[in-house]
């Protein structure tokens, strides 16, 4: 065997290393909660049914009876790559996920999906950007400012990160007949403040009508808005001097 012929085997023997390398890692990616983005038909991800969403068309489906707040399932959900933080409710007949998104994977917004914050505050030394005020808000655990990620439309997610969740939390409660998640900030704030309620040992009961708004309004396309909770944290220039000058 000559010396160009041995060296052409090594080379085309490299070649197919890297390619079945290459192969190896990409599947292992599309396997893997760092992607939500490759939208390819076959994706591991996606196989089988659809487990998030309506599944019915019950008229009543979001007419939930108790909710109650899972510890395991949020912190099960809350561990996935893409994602900051999450809250996932119970009811009798669905589970409903709050999550806050961060850079800690890839695909997780569909395309149109934008953020709802803007971070550039923190460059300037301050929170808000618009009213130049240093205060984070004490009455949600996301804001338009400095904060982790959140997507008006719960559409605009990735459906591979919403399936994800989905299979994880049908693989601990397979009695649940639907899973619905959002980003959405307000309605991140509002199951911060179920949760607290939870966390804090009082019951939830009293608190039913106001979640079935909620989930009703974000998911089922409801007429009726909760109020929201997020604006206390806004503050005008002259409440952060007036902040200021009480403070001395």
């Known amino acids: 065997m000559t010396m160009m012929r041995r060296a052409g085997i090594i080379l085309l023997s ?26 390819k038909p076959g994706d591991p991800k996606m196989q089988g049914l659809k487990a998030y969403g309506s599944t019915n068309t019950d008229a009543g489906q979001h007419d939930n009876a108790f ?82 990620f959140t997507v008006m439309d719960h559409q605009n997610l990735s459906n591979e990160l919403k399936q994800t969740i989905a299979k994880r939390i049908r693989e601990e409660s397979p009695m649940i007949q639907e ?27 009293p608190l039913v ?9 974000e998911f089922d396309g409801a007429a009726e808005r909760p109020a929201p909770i997020t604006e206390p944290g806004h503050y005008s220039p002259q409440d952060w001097q007036l902040r200021k000058f009480n403070r001395r």
């Open 14 to 39: 490299l070649l197919l290393v890297i390619a079945v390398s290459a192969c190896g890692y990409k599947k292992s990616m599309q396997h893997s909660d760092s992607d939500y983005g490759s939208r």
């Open 67 to 148: 909710f109650e707040y899972s510890s395991m399932l949020s912190n099960k959900i809350g561990s996935l790559n893409g994602v900051a933080n999450a809250i996932v409710m119970l009811t009798d007949k669905n589970a409903y996920v709050a999550i806050l998104l961060d850079w800690s994977a890839v695909g997780t917004k569909a395309k149109g999906g934008t953020d709802e914050q803007n971070n550039t505050g923190s460059n300037g030394g301050v929170f808000n950007i618009d009213s130049g005020s240093p205060y984070s808000s004490p009455y949600a655990i996301v804001t338009p400012y400095n904060s982790f």
């Open 179 to 205: 899973v619905h998640i959002s980003a959405n900030m307000e309605f991140n704030n509002y199951f911060v403040r179920f949760a607290s309620e939870a966390w804090a040992g009082r019951s939830l009961t």
């Open 209 to 217: 009508d106001t979640f079935n708004k909620v989930v009703q309004y």
